[in-house]
């Protein structure tokens, strides 16, 4: 899952985009309004985590612009101010959550699993295809019930193809949701992904669960069909 942190404090946005990779997830940085809506409008993020005080367009307003761009996208606002009008300001200009600093990274996690739940193609904290199941919440996926040792990225490909199953995802769609704005389009990172996860997912004696289709991507589902 890919998310924007818009946080005009520089080291405090560089130490939460550290520890929600290490979480699994691709991040992007934005420290003000204007460039924060530019890269909502380039980016298909799956969650926006929005400071309040920011220079320039403040919270609100990107807030605001991104709900009346028509832009579905969770907005999780973090701020240092707790008055009751400000979260109802807040809440009411288009956010989906509040969050007030300082504030528990456990929790914070929490509430971007529980938004990025309530979106349309994203439901459920346990994701299952045959005898591999993924819980969302721990990050621990296991085949025939055993766990795989996979890496935060490798992780972070499968339950992206979880939620996808059934469909052919383009490497496109997965560099936008899985890889952050530092991904490079001419290189095969994807591919060797790919190959390493399947080596842990699809052991020999076990039914292939993850298939390339040729010119098209790729395709995490429980038939024979495939390659």
Same mark, same amino acid.
């Given at each position: 899952? /890919?998310?924007?942190?818009? $946080? *005009? $404090? ?8 550290? +520890?929600? /990779? ?8 934005? @420290?003000? +309004? ?10 298909? @993020?799956?969650?926006? %985590? ?15 612009? %991104?709900?009346?761009? +028509?832009?579905?996208? #969770? ?11 400000? /979260? %109802? ?23 971007? &699993? ?49 939620? &996808? ?10 560099? $936008? ?5 530092? @991904?490079? #389009?001419?290189?095969?990172?994807? =591919?060797?992904? %790919?190959? &390493?996860? &399947?080596?842990?997912? *699809? ?23 495939? =390659?």
């Amino acid at each position: 899952m /890919r998310l924007l942190i818009v $946080e *005009d $404090e520089q080291d405090a946005a560089s130490m939460l985009a550290k +520890g929600l /990779r290490e979480a699994s997830f691709a991040v992007d940085l934005a @420290y003000d +309004g204007e460039s924060a809506l530019e890269k909502a409008h380039l980016n298909a @993020y799956d969650a926006v %985590i929005l400071d309040l005080m920011l220079p320039g367009k403040d919270g609100m307003d990107v807030c605001r612009e %991104i709900r009346a761009s +028509g832009l579905p996208v #969770p907005i999780l606002m973090v701020t240092a101010q707790d008055a009751i009008q400000q /979260r %109802i300001a807040g809440l009411d200009c288009g956010a989906d959550d509040y969050l007030t600093k300082p504030f528990d990274f456990g929790e914070l996690t929490a509430r971007i &699993r529980a938004l990025l739940r309530r979106a349309p193609s994203v439901q459920k904290g346990e994701l299952q295809l045959a005898d591999l199941v993924i819980d969302t919440r721990t990050r621990i996926a296991k085949r025939a019930g055993k766990a795989l040792d996979l890496t935060s990225k490798e992780y972070a490909l499968l339950e992206y193809l979880a939620r &996808r199953v059934g469909d052919v995802v383009g490497r496109a769609e997965i560099s $936008e949701h899985v890889w952050d704005e530092s @991904y490079d #389009p001419f290189s095969n990172l994807i =591919e060797v992904y %790919i190959q &390493r996860l &399947r080596r842990k997912v *699809d052991p020999p004696g076990l039914k292939r669960l993850i298939h390339t289709r040729r010119g098209e991507g790729y395709q995490l589902m429980a038939t024979e069909e495939g =390659e």
